[in-house]
């Protein structure tokens, strides 16, 4: 298909552990977006990269998150020392610009991530 | 911060009746407000969305309301029917282009 893929769709770690995770946008979108869902909740912002550079990372809880996208296709978001508040759906999301509010986003099927 | 609130959680129809789902945001510069349907499993799909110089919009089955004044805007789901049953969320965006703020969600059950 077509769509936003994520890897792996569920993961469970130990506190402590660190864990990456994979998203593969749309081919051709430049942007690139990954937010957090809790139980319950609507999806909640990130980062956002434009092209290979994160242009906003003010949605990062605290540095313990970490996202690259070195070539500026695929993307890993990055937890170190994984807290059981960790534990959400990360969502994944890409759209074909990012210049104006009205580009759509296309999300991911997202990874959910348990933390024991 | 940016908010946006929706309303009601929970929304239990019986199918072919109407259901309405309400959200109101907090920030004025907000010029774009999607509405998204999330079933179990899967990411949030886009269903419809209206622009801040449109007051509404309509898709066959679905409509979108705006009153910019009032910082509110709704969904209109008629004709309901079993596959509507999802997780539904209002959304704005703002002239940075990038950061969407969801709502909370409308859980949307639709009986047989």
């Known amino acids: 298909g077509a769509g936003v893929s994520q890897t792996p769709s569920n993961k469970v770690t130990e506190k402590g552990k660190y864990v990456e995770l994979r998203c593969d946008p749309i081919?051709?979108?430049?942007?690139l977006y990954w937010y957090r869902q809790s139980l319950g909740q609507g999806p909640e912002f990130l980062i956002y990269?434009?092209?290979?550079?994160?242009?906003?990372d003010s949605g990062l809880p605290n540095d313990r998150f970490f996202a690259v996208r070195p070539e500026g296709s695929v993307s890993t978001l990055k937890i170190q020392r994984t807290e059981r508040g960790d534990s959400a759906v990360y969502l994944c999301?890409?759209?074909?610009?990012?210049?104006?509010?009205?580009?759509?986003?296309?999300f991911g099927p997202g990874t959910r991530l348990t933390v024991l | 911060g940016e908010n946006v609130e929706q309303h009601p959680s929970t929304l239990s129809v019986q199918e072919g009746d109407s259901a309405v789902i309400k959200c109101t945001y907090s920030?004025?510069?907000?010029?774009?407000f999607p509405w998204y349907k999330q079933e179990l499993g899967k990411g949030p799909q886009l269903i419809i969305d209206?622009?801040?110089?449109?007051g509404e919009k309509k898709d066959q089955r679905i409509a979108v309301t705006l009153n910019k004044t009032a910082k509110h805007f709704s969904l209109h789901i008629t004709e309901t029917q079993p596959e509507d049953s999802a997780v539904y969320f209002c959304?704005?965006?703002?002239?940075?282009?990038?950061?969407?703020?969801f709502g909370a969600g409308t859980r949307l059950f639709v009986k047989a």
């Open positions: 999301a890409s759209s074909l610009y990012a210049t104006t509010s009205y580009n759509e986003q296309f």
């Open positions: 081919s051709g979108h430049t942007a």
């Open positions: 990269f434009q092209g290979t550079g994160a242009a906003d």
């Open positions: 920030d004025s510069a907000s010029n774009y």
């Open positions: 209206i622009r801040s110089n449109v």
């Open positions: 959304a704005a965006r703002g002239l940075g282009g990038f950061k969407t703020i």
